[in-house]
């Protein structure tokens, strides 16, 4: 009854890989029998990976734009006279 509860739960730590083998093999056999928690596994660990992707590749350029936008907001930053 709680199986998918206790799949869900754990799913974080199923994905980073912390959990133990034996509840490993617990989580890796519902989600075998189970799609609508195979669906949030497959989803979880791709958004992982675009999530650590975007991070690596992403969060620099957007904080260049940023300051970038932050300077020509300043008053009389891009006019002087
Ligand atoms: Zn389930």
Redesign the pocket.
């Known amino acids: 009854m709680s199986?998918?509860n206790d799949?869900?739960h754990e799913l974080y730590e199923f994905i980073d890989g912390e959990l133990t083998a034996e509840r490993r093999a617990l989580i890796e056999g519902?989600?075998h029998?189970?799609s609508?928690?195979?669906e949030?596994y497959d989803f979880h660990a791709e958004l992982r990976i675009v999530v650590s992707q975007k991070c690596r590749e992403e969060v620099p350029e957007a904080l260049r734009r940023r300051i970038a936008s932050a300077l020509d907001a300043e008053p009389g930053g891009t006019a002087p006279a």
């Open positions: 199986d998918c799949a869900l519902h989600l029998r189970c609508p928690c195979l949030a």
